[in-house]
């Protein structure tokens, strides 16, 4: 097992220091597509945290008490592939009943975050890391918050750049990406003060 690490510091590097967005560039599809809107960033960066937070603890559960035990380790990816779609299809029926606004706006990036690489990567790195289960649901929770922080503060961010001129040659794509990498800048000069290993 891999020494338990200050709960908090876990907790923290995984929002700042090892953004799972900004550090590692996982699940950028649905961030560039979704962070024109404000309120609907809002409800995918949420609804990414829970089926982060959610799947790690079960993927960590199913890998520790079925998947070692049997020897099944080469099965992982498609059984952590199987808990994410099953937790995503939970929350999508959640969505529709409780906001149908949230739900038509989110569209097809909802059920999407089955195959969004930022909640598999979170996984693997758990099982990579060998963390325990308080370190794999802290991990997760905190690398759901740091995503849902990315793209609220993209979203902000676009809003603004779209009230003002910008050239011609960098409308869409290019002022996005070109933020997108101011955005990733500022998340790693925070790296030095604590990492998550």
Not at 54 to 72: K, Q, Y
Not at 139 to 159: H, K, P, Q, T, V
Request: hydrophobic share 60%; with cysteine.
């Amino acid at each position: 097992m891999t020494p338990l690490i200050n709960p908090a510091i876990l907790f923290f590097a995984s929002i700042f220091t090892s953004n799972i967005l900004l550090s590692n560039f996982l699940g950028m599809c649905s961030f560039i597509s979704i962070s024109k809107d404000w309120k609907s960033s809002f409800g995918l960066g949420l609804a990414v945290t829970f089926v982060l937070t959610i799947t790690a603890a079960v993927s960590w559960v199913v890998l520790h008490f079925v998947i070692a035990p049997l020897g099944l380790e080469y099965l992982s990816f498609i059984v952590f592939i199987i808990v994410i779609a099953a937790v995503v299809q939970i929350l999508e029926m959640i969505i529709d009943r409780a906001s149908p606004a949230l739900y038509m706006s989110l569209g097809i990036f909802l059920p999407l975050i089955t195959v969004n690489c930022a909640i598999l990567g979170a996984i693997l790195f758990m099982q990579i890391r060998n963390y325990n289960f308080i370190q794999s649901v802290l991990f997760a929770a905190g690398s759901g918050i740091g995503w849902w922080l990315a793209i609220l503060l993209l979203a902000a961010i676009r809003e603004r750049i779209d009230k003002n001129p910008v050239p011609a040659g960098l409308k869409g794509a290019g002022i996005t990406l070109i933020t997108i990498g101011f955005m990733a800048m500022a998340f790693i000069g925070f790296s030095g003060m604590i990492a998550v290993q």
